[in-house]
């Protein structure tokens, strides 16, 4: 079964730090772009950050760059996110997904057929 | 970026109606449009890609047409199971989604 599982949401207070896991089973973790998707509380989705197969391609949304950072290990199978410098606005739940198509040199024209089942990340004192 | 809207943002619908949603873009995207199925605490279910293509094992009263700028998700006749919110999102950039249309029992 294709399975993606994050870990590592918590309670945070502004300006720390915090990763975020995502855990890959069930297909050729090496052979997709992976994304991460956040939906705040009672809003809609906002794509935060892709990272292409080999991990030579890859962006973020305005509202993340230069405090997040996107990574992956496939020899782990594991995708993660480094938030840094988190603010109020970083609330949310954070959600893993697949590339629905397989390895290309681009993370752009593809979209995502596999989400996780999403990790909350509060950003409060 | 790319500007996604969608329209109704909420519609109520019966047991076995066609229920279309649109989508529009803020300049052309082609055909790299996706609809997404939301249900409350549960992650996004992909339903349609490239505008028309058919996810595998999504039943075939859903469909989607359009390119350039206007898009259409189309549920033939509503199941009990299709109350849900709807998302479209284009990744001719880097992606955006609009902001949802959800369908509610009449």
């Known amino acids: 079964e294709v399975q993606l599982v994050e870990s590592g949401g918590d309670l945070v207070q502004p300006g720390r730090s915090l990763r975020l896991s995502c855990a890959a089973s069930g297909f050729n973790f090496d052979d997709y772009a992976m994304h991460w998707v956040r939906q705040a509380p009672g809003k809609g989705l906002e794509w935060v950050s892709g990272i292409n197969w080999n991990s030579g391609s890859y962006g973020y949304a305005d509202s993340v760059k230069g405090r997040f950072t996107i990574s992956r290990d496939n020899a782990k199978n594991s995708l993660y996110l480094q938030m840094n410098s988190l603010i109020a606005e970083d609330t949310a739940v954070y959600y893993c997904a697949k590339a629905l198509g397989g390895a290309v040199a681009t993370i752009l024209y593809d979209t995502f057929n596999i989400w996780g089942q999403g990790t909350m990340v509060t950003v409060s004192s | 970026d790319i500007q996604m809207t969608q329209s109704p943002s909420a519609l109520s619908a019966s047991v076995g109606d066609r229920v279309t949603i649109t989508c529009r873009a803020s300049q052309t995207i082609s055909s790299w449009l996706a609809w997404y199925q939301q249900k409350p605490g549960k992650a996004p279910k992909l339903l349609i890609y490239?505008?028309?293509s058919l996810e595998s094992g999504v039943p075939s009263r859903f469909s989607g047409s359009g390119s350039g700028t206007e898009f259409t998700l189309t549920i033939s006749s509503l199941q009990p199971d299709d109350f849900a919110t709807y998302y479209c999102?284009?990744?001719?950039?880097?992606?955006?989604f609009g902001q949802g249309t959800k369908v509610e029992i009449k």
């Open positions: 999102q284009q990744y001719s950039g880097f992606w955006t």
């Open positions: 490239k505008a028309s």
